[in-house]
C-alpha cells in the first residue's frame, strides 16, 4: 500500500495531459484484458471493478450492498460502458468512461488536498496521476 496525498486539480491535470492519460489507461485496458481479445467482457469488467475500488467512492458501493444489488449494479456500470450496445467494452469505450469517473472523482475531492492510501496496483490511475504531479515539481 502507498499513500498519496491527491487533490481535484492533480487528478484533472492527469486526464487532460492527454498522452500520459490515454497510455495509463490503455496500460490498464490491457491488463483487464485477460484474454487478450481486445475487448473486456462482463466478467473482465466486473473484476477490474472488484479490484479497483474505484467504485466504491463513483457508484457509491459499499461493503453491506447484498449481492443481488451488486449484480444489478455491475451490470448497469457494463451498460454504461458499452456505449454502442456490442455486448463488449473496447478501447475507445473504456478510454472514455474513465475519463468521465476520474473528472467524477475530480469533483469529488474539490481543491483541498487529501490523503489516499492506495493498494499496490501498478495502474493505479490515481496513483498515476499523483506520480505525474510529483513530477513537475
Ligand atoms: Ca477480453
Do not use: C, W
Not at 485477460?34 to 475500488?53: H, I, K, P
Amino acid at each position: 500500500m502507498g499513500v498519496v496525498v491527491i487533490d481535484g486539480t492533480t487528478v484533472r491535470d492527469f486526464v487532460r495531459d492527454e498522452a500520459a492519460f490515454a497510455k495509463s489507461v490503455d496500460e490498464q485496458f490491457a491488463a483487464l484484458d485477460l484474454n487478450n481479445d481486445g475487448v473486456l467482457s462482463r466478467s473482465e469488467l466486473r473484476t477490474a471493478f472488484q479490484s479497483m475500488r474505484l467504485i466504491e467512492s463513483h457508484f457509491g458501493i459499499d461493503v453491506a450492498t447484498p449481492p443481488e444489488q451488486l449484480a444489478a449494479l455491475y451490470d448497469s456500470i457494463f451498460q454504461k460502458f458499452d456505449g454502442d450496445r456490442s455486448g463488449a467494452v473496447d478501447r475507445g469505450e473504456f478510454r472514455e468512461e474513465m475519463k468521465k469517473i476520474m473528472l467524477a472523482i475530480a469533483d469529488g475531492l474539490g481543491s483541498f488536498p487529501i490523503q489516499m492510501v492506495l493498494e499496490d496496483d501498478p495502474h493505479s490511475l490515481l496513483q498515476k496521476a499523483a506520480d505525474l504531479e510529483a513530477s513537475k515539481s
